[in-house]
């Protein structure tokens, strides 16, 4: 499926024997069966509803989402094989690399780590990208996390290509101290503490504001348990990557989508939240 072809991807969720894992974190439970139908540049993906547990979102290109259950290792989703670019949503990686190999307990970049979280700030990630050896660091996510269809682009970590399963399984390893070792309790704060929106103000050519989409469509009382990472830009056609990523005790959901550059930060934003909200049945 083209990546550059703008279309309308719809889809849903049927309840399966995952009864028990949606039971257990209150999600409602899904298959990834798949029906395709296409007609010409249009191709609508319907993982088929049963009940009250469609999930329907609209949007004018991709969408492709996982939800990894942390217990079993099981994934299930739409569309995860499909690649993207990661943008931003990488910058953990990233953070944990350079950390888990940290000879002291107060790390040189260890301001610049946290920048890179918290405010996702380009800048203070090129730095570490570089000391880690560039290409040689999204290897070791590669092997490190288990990954099955990321490829590394020479010299840029915004544009590794990398599948949705494979984001989350990136979350799972992040979440498991495999990626931050005995950094991950501090990793996974500072990714608590996101700030900022989507608003003009909190945007700004090298940082911006990411505390939005998966967590706005979060039950209020999960939000302050879940550890974020986000990543967009406007790619060199005018179109938007724009990716979620959460990671809770329980379950990791990563989400990443491609739009068209007439549509805003914050229509890319919305359908990260109305996926969350619908897989949990939020409403909040």
């Known amino acids: 499926m083209s990546r550059m072809t703008r279309r309308f991807i719809t889809f849903g969720i049927i309840t399966t024997a995952l009864v028990a894992f949606g039971a257990a974190f209150g999600i409602h439970a899904f298959s990834d069966t798949l029906l395709q139908t296409t007609s010409g540049n249009s191709k609508t993906l319907t993982i088929a509803p049963e009940g009250d547990t469609d ?21 299930e989703g739409a569309n995860l094989k499909e690649t993207s670019t990661p943008q931003s949503m990488i910058k953990p990686w990233l953070v944990a690399d350079y950390l888990r190999q940290a000879e002291s307990d107060a790390p040189p970049l260890l301001d610049s780590a946290s920048a890179a979280i918290r405010i996702s700030d380009d800048e203070a990630a090129q730095t570490i990208y570089e000391e880690l050896g560039e290409d040689a660091s999204i290897e070791r996510l590669i092997s490190t996390c288990a990954l099955t269809d990321t490829t590394v682009f020479p010299g840029r970590w915004s544009k590794t290509e990398m599948s949705v399963r494979d984001a989350a399984r990136m979350g799972e390893c992040v979440a498991d101290g495999r990626a931050a070792g005995p950094w991950t309790k501090w990793l996974l704060n500072e990714m608590r503490h996101v700030r900022g929106s989507t608003a003009d103000e909190d945007q700004h050519a090298t940082s911006g504001g990411g505390r939005w989409g998966i967590i706005d469509g979060l039950p209020a009382s ?11 830009t406007r790619m060199a056609d005018g179109d938007w990557d724009l990716n979620c990523l959460a990671i809770h005790d329980d379950w990791v959901l990563a989400i990443m989508m491609g739009y068209s550059g007439d549509r805003s930060l914050d229509y890319g934003a919305d359908r990260c939240r109305a996926i969350t909200e619908q897989l949990f049945g939020s409403g909040a």
């Open 55 to 75: 999930v329907d979102v609209d949007i004018d290109g991709f969408a492709n989402w996982a939800l990894l259950d942390r217990s079993s290792g099981d994934i």
């Open 222 to 232: 999960l939000r302050d348990e879940v550890a974020i990472k986000n990543g967009w």
